[in-house]
């Protein structure tokens, strides 16, 4: 399973349908192909789906994301 693959299973829970293209605006923000994700890529790109999270969802449940996604 590739590291995108990954950060969308751990992310679906929280975004829902929604997830894949809200990682691709979270990719795009951070000038990286989704599928080309990287381990180096994975803070920056934790960061950005918490600060984006936060918009829709409850700030306690964007940061357990962004911890999930940092993690992988």
């Known amino acids: 399973m590739s590291l995108y693959e990954r950060v969308v299973q751990a992310s679906k829970p929280y975004l829902g349908p929604a997830t894949e293209q809200f990682i691709a605006r979270q990719c795009k ?17 934790a960061k950005w789906m918490e600060v984006g999270a936060k918009m829709v969802m409850d700030a306690g449940k964007a940061q357990e994301l962004a ?3 940092k993690a992988l």
């Open 29 to 45: 923000l951070l000038r990286v192909d989704a599928a080309a994700l990287a381990n180096d890529n994975l803070a920056a790109l």
């Open 67 to 69: 911890s999930k996604v």
